[in-house]
């Protein structure tokens, strides 16, 4: 007789990160193809780039943004597309 298959309640929650360190390990910035540029004297410092970013890649230091961690962006422009200022803009990447 074959192993018993667990039922769907025995299976664990999807796309639950339950160990933390492994995200900082696994960088996802090399799937980028277009990267955000962003222009640091236009910035309005509204962070409305960082509410949405869905990598947590928009660098916030003092309640201010500092930076783009391209280990972690992948390229998806919501950054840009959301931005009221239009100080991100999206290149293509350059490896």
């Not at 298959?5 to 933390?20: N, R, V, Y």
């Not at 193809?33 to 003092?62: G, H, T």
């Amino acid at each position: 007789m074959g192993k018993r298959l667990k039922g769907w309640q025995e299976l664990p929650c999807g796309a639950i990160i339950t160990d933390m360190g492994a995200v900082k390990e696994n960088k996802t910035g090399a799937w980028r193809s277009m990267r955000p540029v962003w222009n640091r004297e236009k910035c309005r410092q509204c962070l409305m780039c960082w509410i949405y970013c869905p990598d947590s890649a928009i660098m916030v230091k003092d309640g201010k943004m500092v930076g783009i961690d391209y280990d972690y962006c992948k390229g998806c422009g919501i950054c840009a597309g959301i931005c009221p200022a239009k100080v991100i803009d999206m290149e293509k990447e350059r490896k």
